[in-house]
């Protein structure tokens, strides 16, 4: 050892008796003010019908472009929390957001999503894009309401003339969606629960097919009820459930699976109520197959399908430029489930297959038009709902056989279930990498003990 040289004293290892810490930037209420922004946003796009890792990665990429690098999103099917973690030994600023409503405005949905894509880039300013999103969610609606009323039985239409409807069965199907619209929008606008509503509706649109009957004019009303039903299922929720379920969200996932048989229940309640009651007065709803169509059939059918998408999306606030896009995700998507039908492949993997492609179309779109995938989505898998498989399966429950009325009610929960998974599938194969990541939203981190412990 050389002479006078001693070895250097070990630095203390930090305790909880340390020096406080001091709180990096931005001060408590600067965080407030950035974690009621993002949860704003949030709350647009919950109530939008946006998937929870959706939610999270937007609210979570806002707060770190605003300044919290380390944010915690928790998001449920009724709420959102954020919690900015400011340092290992230090409470959390924490802040939470309540979902009361979910009335979809595809619209504002996508004004968010571009808001977060400019404030990402930056584009704006935090300050000019707080002012933005005020913007957004005072703004009306981009329809009034009778338009939406009109897009609705249009879909409605259409939707009976691709199952075979001819010309007369295509208007009362038309007038019919009226009345459940005005009828069950009134009752949703005295806060009655969606579950009674979806149960009026059900039943006007059944009524109308027992009078059609009982007035002997030769129709099929069974093409009157399934189109009404396909305005009342809750695609798209069966499609955020399951895409939640497949990102690990399994919470909001199993919240929203339990809507849509809540919202379905109603539907299944309203068409059993009228069938019994036609029972009683002997008027001999019969059970209808579906109709067998050649080629000839294939191009009304397809612009059925579009149209029907096309109207969908209307009604949902789409904006106007989204409109064309949303049918032809359709079109392509009904196009490979009529293809691979005639092939003889079964109807839930035809399905699934066509659900792949409206998935992947549906990021193309959104990517190219800069507005959000749920739009084509949401109008794309609308040919595809199995409305008259249901109805088919409750006519035969109330006529007592109830082995074959729960194996197509099987088959119908089968055929959405292929829907939602090809379409999140389809998705997932168009998007980049990068994007993937953040459709997963982001981990649960804690901020490294170098960034927030004095030196």
């Given at each position: 050892?050389?002479?006078?040289?001693?070895?250097?004293?070990?630095?203390?290892?930090?305790?909880?008796?340390?020096?406080?810490?001091?709180?990096?930037?931005?001060?408590?209420?600067?965080?407030?003010?950035?974690?009621?922004?993002?949860?704003?946003?949030?709350?647009?796009l919950l109530s939008g019908g946006e998937a929870a890792s959706e939610v999270t990665a937007m609210t979570v990429a806002i707060t770190r472009a605003?300044?919290?690098?380390?944010?915690?999103?928790?998001?449920?099917?009724?709420?959102?929390?954020?919690?900015?973690?400011?340092?290992?030994?230090?409470?959390?600023?924490?802040?939470?957001?309540?979902?009361?409503?979910?009335?979809?405005?595809?619209?504002?949905?996508?004004?968010?999503?571009?808001?977060?894509?400019?404030?990402?880039?930056?584009?704006?300013?935090?300050?000019?894009?707080i002012e933005r999103l005020d913007g957004i969610r005072t703004r009306r609606h981009p329809y009034r309401r009778w338009v939406v009323t009109g897009?609705?039985?249009?879909?409605?239409?259409?939707?009976?003339?691709?199952?075979?409807?001819?010309?007369?069965?295509?208007?009362?199907?038309?007038?019919?969606?009226?009345?459940?619209?005005?009828?069950?929008?009134?009752?949703?606008?005295?806060?009655?629960?969606?579950?009674?509503?979806?149960?009026?509706?059900?039943?006007?649109?059944?009524?109308?097919?027992?009078?059609?009957?009982?007035?002997?004019?030769?129709?099929?009303?069974?093409?009157?009820?399934?189109?009404?039903?396909?305005?009342?299922?809750?695609?798209?929720?069966?499609?955020?459930?399951?895409?939640?379920?497949?990102?690990?969200?399994?919470?909001?996932?199993?919240?929203?699976?339990?809507?849509?048989?809540?919202?379905?229940?109603?539907?299944?309640?309203?068409?059993?109520?009228?069938?019994?009651?036609?029972?009683?007065?002997?008027?001999?709803?019969?059970?209808?197959?579906?109709?067998?169509?050649?080629?000839?059939?294939?191009?009304?059918?397809?612009?059925?399908?579009?149209?029907?998408?096309?109207?969908?999306?209307?009604?949902?606030?789409?904006?106007?430029?989204?409109?064309?896009?949303?049918?032809?995700?359709?079109?392509?998507?009904?196009?490979?489930?009529?293809?691979?039908?005639?092939?003889?492949?079964?109807?839930?993997?035809?399905?699934?297959?066509?659900?792949?492609?409206?998935?992947?179309?549906?990021?193309?779109?959104?990517?190219?038009?800069?507005?959000?995938?749920?739009?084509?989505?949401?109008?794309?898998?609308?040919?595809?709902?199995?409305?008259?498989?249901?109805?088919?399966?409750?006519?035969?429950?109330?006529?007592?056989?109830?082995?074959?009325?729960?194996?197509?009610?099987?088959?119908?929960?089968?055929?959405?279930?292929?829907?939602a998974a090809g379409v999140i599938l389809g998705g997932f194969i168009a998007r980049p990498a990068s994007a993937r990541v953040r459709a997963r939203?982001?981990?649960?981190?804690?901020?490294?003990?170098?960034?927030?412990?004095?030196?």
């Amino acid at each position: 050892m050389i002479a006078g040289r001693r070895r250097a004293a070990p630095r203390p290892v930090p305790t909880a008796s340390t020096e406080p810490v001091h709180l990096p930037e931005p001060d408590e209420r600067q965080a407030y003010r950035i974690l009621d922004f993002a949860l704003r946003a949030g709350e647009v796009l919950l109530s939008g019908g946006e998937a929870a890792s959706e939610v999270t990665a937007m609210t979570v990429a806002i707060t770190r472009a605003c300044g919290l690098p380390y944010v915690v999103c928790e998001v449920t099917f009724t709420s959102i929390t954020l919690s900015y973690v400011r340092a290992p030994d230090v409470a959390p600023v924490t802040s939470v957001r309540l979902v009361e409503q979910r009335t979809p405005d595809y619209t504002r949905v996508t004004e968010v999503h571009n808001m977060v894509d400019d404030i990402v880039s930056r584009r704006v300013t935090p300050a000019e894009a707080i002012e933005r999103l005020d913007g957004i969610r005072t703004r009306r609606h981009p329809y009034r309401r009778w338009v939406v009323t009109g897009f609705r039985a249009v879909l409605a239409a259409a939707v009976a003339v691709l199952l075979g409807a001819g010309v007369l069965v295509t208007v009362i199907a038309f007038l019919t969606t009226v009345v459940v619209d005005r009828t069950t929008g009134a009752l949703t606008a005295r806060l009655l629960p969606d579950f009674y509503a979806n149960t009026v509706g059900a039943a006007i649109a059944t009524t109308v097919a027992m009078l059609v009957l009982v007035a002997d004019l030769d129709l099929r009303p069974s093409l009157i009820v399934a189109s009404g039903i396909v305005l009342l299922l809750p695609g798209i929720t069966l499609v955020g459930a399951v895409q939640d379920a497949i990102n690990g969200f399994l919470l909001t996932a199993t919240a929203r699976a339990f809507e849509v048989f809540v919202l379905t229940a109603g539907i299944v309640t309203g068409v059993a109520a009228v069938l019994s009651l036609a029972d009683r007065l002997s008027v001999p709803l019969a059970v209808s197959q579906a109709p067998s169509t050649g080629w000839g059939d294939v191009p009304v059918q397809l612009a059925a399908a579009v149209l029907a998408a096309a109207a969908a999306a209307g009604a949902n606030y789409a904006p106007r430029r989204t409109l064309p896009a949303a049918g032809l995700a359709a079109g392509v998507g009904w196009g490979a489930f009529r293809g691979l039908d005639e092939l003889g492949l079964d109807p839930a993997l035809a399905t699934g297959v066509a659900a792949v492609l409206v998935g992947a179309g549906a990021y193309l779109f959104a990517r190219r038009q800069k507005a959000s995938p749920l739009i084509y989505v949401a109008a794309g898998i609308i040919p595809l709902l199995p409305g008259l498989t249901i109805y088919r399966g409750m006519l035969l429950l109330a006529d007592g056989n109830t082995a074959m009325g729960l194996v197509l009610l099987s088959q119908a929960t089968t055929i959405g279930l292929a829907l939602a998974a090809g379409v999140i599938l389809g998705g997932f194969i168009a998007r980049p990498a990068s994007a993937r990541v953040r459709a997963r939203g982001p981990r649960r981190v804690r901020p490294p003990v170098a960034a927030v412990r004095e030196s």
